[in-house]
């Protein structure tokens, strides 16, 4: 066996994938700095209109509060559910039940949550506003995704059934990494619930939680699917996100550079969320 | 030497044999396998899909129809198109595309390739939606030096009209009559709805906005593609939209495709509404699913404040890419489907026409009372979308600020003046102007 | 002895209904509408329950539209990839775990092929196109199973490392001491452990590819090409409200990754998470 034998086995995967990166890279870098018509260098044109540009703050504003949304309440509802089930629900085929019930939405594809969504939400044949009427809880429709508030929530609904399962897993998979031992002499010595938390259980759940914040982070950012399928950015541009305003600009303006310019910004924001994590990789990766 | 020649004329001779028999009329090439065809999902290929058998049944030619969803459609042809694909033989395109279309040369002239000629039961509009550059109107910059040819010829004559219910109205000739009609009948507590809209971002609510905007006055651009949208005329137009008619509308119409719109007509839950014909004979006037068949009447977009007419067009148009292998039978087909012969029979499976010999012919209007609506706003003549690559650009700018207007987050003042601003800075940089 | 039954586990039960609840119903709404025949989409209000219940759309989208040949085109785009992903993986995988590469090497390495699981596909659909369309690609399913290839390799290679580490090296030493080679190790004693990670890294990055929307959007452009979520898309038209077909291809889409899911659950659960999860499911 000689030693370079590893680097022969990587070296043509390795080649293809960075051409595959460095390529569209460099491509973009080209485009952005050209007139989309012409083809003549407009040096920084194309990032300054960004800074001029109120449809692209707008779309920032959505994603921020899009992401932001689905961060905050996947993550709380995640671990709430992980605790509550890891403390109370000992028997082995409830949680294997749960386990199947939370794989199910994760390998939906996310244009048939959509689908699955707008019959749910939809003005006419939406089946929420009929059982909310059933039960007497509203009179009148509720018009979920023709009010800009609603809208949003539908959009993030959608994210959160598919992905809260997903915090959840993996929440409850570091659970079972506590010491048994040592929660039941926690509990013992008369710890309530949170201090339980606190002081036993979180210190296992710190890595992962920054894992799953990083994960879902930079997949609620470039969200499309099912957004594109459920409101299409409406109404008026209140759910037009990052990525929906960035395709609209290359496939229906077909303005390349300025896509172009838009995408490596995104590109940053993902670098940098990504990043975040590498740090903490380094760790793992050397054990 | 000798035997050479004789074999030569042998070879000549298998080779006409063998090619003779797959010739099928003068001067076409041999038949290809199939010819493909890219088209809109949807009731607007109803008489297309009617007509088909025929043509495979004469020609021995199969026609596929690769169906795309209407806002899909038109970024598949451009990104098919750049690719330089042989992927397409045949499209439909929307009328407003065609400017795209033209100025990047996509498409396969019809007359100086083909020697088409013109036909006088075609409406005119007809011909001058196909023809590039423009026939009338401003020309983008660049564009005007370029030979003028016919590149596409309407397949469906779709045209924006009114619909109303006889029953309880009478047929509205001005936005006032519309108005006292929805006021008339609109009971919210049944619930039934004076005027419903189609409201929902980009195309649909532009095409709802635009026959409104136009009817009041204003104009999105001047003859040098300067924006002059920001004008009083606009925010009256959008105002009234937003407000007035909104307001005999069903909630959540900010929401609203045709399909919504067409569904509350057809449950008999709405009094008025623009339509297109292919609206019509799929759903409002499709006995097996819609309550107010016969009920309803048909007529011309209604006037604004200066008694201006503003039906907008929306022909759908058969055109052959130039990446296609098969142009000459593309033709063929483009010839054969527009024909005066297979007119009728494509109505009658419903298609929407486009000849004036059967849409004014009185029996075909007894099986389809809109046909002369139709007939009355294609010679009106009917306003199209500014002839420009860059409207899709300007519908969305614009369909995203007066959906917002008609859902309430912006006032139409904001709307118009943010829509302006933002339609300036697109043409600014598509090159139109510094 | 017996444990009383605590508040607390009321409480969770009681939770887990109801969230059975919210994740089944979605589910039996789609289903549901797609077993109503068109006329039932023009009554208010809707009902809960089919009428008159048909299979007519799935009949119709299957045949009369043609979605078969979608769903072959899918099926075709997604193994290949797996296969080919599996394979491209392994190269990666296998040498930094069972050789003696430098720590910032390996480290490196994979940090770098996770990142591209970080790739958002808008910023790079624009470059492909140009790629996929100066080799001929366009409207190929080849350029799809390259792309989806690409795309599975930082799921596939981390997963592949994490079994790979937790396969003892001994075995295949003991092996290679006695003379075997290496390709016999690699094929005929780690392989044949690793099959059931396999499996499941298969079933994760077939739902994956499965799934994939944007790129199939604007790579492809008749059924030559088309794979199933495009069709999905397909049924939004303008004019007409088409819901139980629109349905009909939801449920067809959410189906087979689900069922094949069902099928591979036990290793799928401890390969998602990155191995976090080894509860036996």
């Keep these: ?287 | 030497m000798k035997t050479g020649r004789a074999k030569l004329a042998v070879l000549m001779l298998g080779i006409l044999i063998l090619t003779s028999t797959a010739i099928a009329g003068p001067g076409l090439p041999p038949k290809p396998a199939k010819l493909t065809m890219a088209v809109v999902a949807g009731g607007e290929t109803k008489g297309l899909k009617a007509i088909l058998p025929t043509w495979e049944r004469e020609m021995g030619v199969k026609v596929e129809l690769v169906e795309f969803p209407y806002p899909t459609l038109y970024e598949k042809l451009v990104t098919a198109f750049q690719a330089n694909a042989s992927t397409f033989d045949l499209l439909i395109a929307d009328d407003p595309w065609m400017p795209k279309f033209g100025s990047e040369s996509w498409l396969v002239p019809l007359d100086s390739t083909f020697g088409y000629k013109r036909d006088n039961d075609i409406f005119p509009v007809v011909y001058d939606l196909g023809s590039w550059p423009p026939p009338r109107g401003p020309v983008p910059p660049g564009e005007s030096s370029k030979a003028r040819h016919l590149y596409a010829i309407t397949l469906v004559g779709n045209v924006e009209f009114f619909m109303y219910r006889k029953d309880l109205v009478s047929a509205p000739n001005t936005w006032d009559d519309v108005v006292a009609n929805a006021k008339k009948v609109n009971d919210s507590s049944k619930p039934f709805y004076g005027f419903v809209i189609r409201g929902a971002k980009g195309n649909p609510v532009i095409s709802e906005f635009t026959p409104v905007l136009l009817s009041f006055g204003a104009r999105i651009f001047d003859n040098n593609w300067r924006v002059i949208l920001n004008s009083k005329a606009a925010i009256d137009a959008l105002t009234f939209f937003t407000k007035t008619l909104k307001s005999y509308a069903p909630p959540g119409v900010a929401n609203y495709d045709a399909a919504e719109r067409a569904r509350e007509i057809a449950t008999g839950r709405a009094a008025q509404g623009f339509i297109w014909p292919a609206e019509i004979t799929d759903i409002v006037e499709n006995p097996s699913v819609s309550q107010v068949v016969g009920k309803l009447g048909y007529t011309l977009a209604p006037a604004g404040p200066g008694g201006k007419h503003a039906p907008l067009i929306g022909n759908w148009l058969l055109a052959i890419p130039k990446g296609s292998k098969n142009q000459r039978w593309a033709y063929e087909f483009i010839l054969w489907a527009t024909s005066a012969k297979m007119q009728k029979p494509y109505a009658m499976g419903g298609g929407i026409p486009f000849r004036k010999s059967v849409l004014l012919d009185a029996q075909m209007n007894k099986t389809f009372p809109f046909f002369k609506a139709m007939a009355d706003s294609l010679a009106a003549p009917a306003e199209w979308r500014p002839r420009t690559s860059e409207w899709f650009a300007v519908e969305a700018i614009l369909g995203t600020h007066v959906n917002a207007a008609l859902a309430g987050v912006e006032t139409p003042d904001e709307a118009i003046t943010k829509a302006a601003r933002e339609i300036e800075q697109h043409m600014k940089e598509a090159g139109y102007y510094r | 002895m017996r444990r009383r039954v605590s508040p607390w586990q009321v409480a969770a039960v009681a939770v887990l209904v109801v969230l059975t609840v919210l994740y089944l119903f979605p589910f039996y709404w789609m289903v549901v509408t797609a077993l109503k025949p068109l006329v039932e989409f023009y009554r208010f209000p809707p009902t809960l329950l089919p009428v008159h219940a048909t299979v007519e759309p799935f009949l119709s989208v299957l045949f009369a539209r043609g979605y078969l040949v979608l769903l072959r085109n899918s099926l075709v785009a997604c193994l290949t990839a797996v296969a080919a992903g599996m394979v491209v993986a392994m190269l990666i995988a296998y040498p930094v775990t069972r050789f003696p590469v430098p720590l910032a090497f390996r480290r490196g390495l994979m940090n770098w092929v996770l990142s591209l699981r970080f790739l958002p596909p808008i910023v790079v659909v624009i470059p492909f196109f140009d790629i996929v369309r100066k080799l001929g690609l366009y409207d190929s399913l080849l350029s799809l199973v390259l792309l989806y290839t690409v795309f599975s390799l930082p799921l596939t290679t981390w997963m592949l490392r994490g079994f790979l580490l937790e396969v003892p090296m001994e075995i295949e030493e003991a092996a290679l001491v006695d003379g075997a080679g290496r390709f016999y190790a690699f094929f005929k004693i780690l392989l044949p452990q690793l099959a059931p990670a396999l499996l499941a890294t298969g079933v994760i990055t077939f739902a994956l590819a499965w799934s994939e929307f944007m790129f199939a959007f604007i790579l492809s452009a008749t059924p030559r090409s088309q794979t199933f979520p495009i069709g999905v898309a397909s049924l939004v038209t303008q004019f007409e409200i088409i819901w139980n077909e629109m349905a009909a291809v939801g449920t067809i889409a959410a189906v087979v990754p689900i069922l094949l899911l069902l099928f591979a659950r036990r290793y799928v659960l401890v390969a998602l998470t990155f191995g976090a999860v080894r509860e036996k499911a």
């Design chain 1, 1 to 287: 066996m000689r030693h370079w034998t590893p680097y022969l086995l990587v070296a043509p995967p390795v080649v293809v994938l960075a051409s595959l990166v460095i390529y569209p890279l460099l491509y973009n870098v080209s485009l952005s700095l050209r007139n989309y018509r012409t083809g003549e260098f407009v040096g920084l044109h194309n990032f300054a209109r960004a800074l001029d540009d109120p449809q692209f703050f707008a779309s920032l504003r959505a994603t921020a509060v899009y992401v932001s949304g689905t961060l905050v309440i996947e993550v709380l509802l995640g671990l709430a559910l992980a605790l509550l089930v890891h403390r109370t629900i000992r028997s082995g085929w409830a949680r294997t039940l749960v386990y199947l019930l939370f794989l199910i939405p994760m390998v939906t594809p996310p244009i048939a949550a959509g689908v699955i969504a707008r019959l749910i939400y939809t003005p006419t044949y939406g089946v929420l506003n009929v059982l909310l009427e059933r039960v007497g809880l509203i009179r009148t429709d509720i018009l979920w995704l023709s009010e800009p508030l609603t809208a949003m929530f539908a959009v993030i609904s959608v994210d959160v059934w598919q992905w809260m399962p997903f915090v959840f897993l993996v929440c409850f998979a570091g659970l079972q990494a506590v010491p048994i031992d040592t929660a039941e002499a926690a509990r013992v010595d008369g710890a309530d619930g949170w201090r339980l938390f606190r002081h036993i259980e979180y210190p296992y759940l710190r890595s992962l939680l920054l894992l799953v914040m990083v994960f879902r982070f930079t997949d609620t950012f470039r969200v499309f699917d099912h957004v594109q399928v459920l409101t299409g950015g409406g109404p008026g541009a209140t759910t037009e996100f990052l990525s929906l305003y960035l395709y609209l600009i290359a496939f229906k303006f077909f303005n390349l550079s300025y896509a172009a310019a838009l995408s490596l910004f995104v590109l940053f924001v993902t670098s940098v969320a990504f990043s975040v994590l590498s740090r903490y990789l380094g760790r793992e990766v050397s054990e």
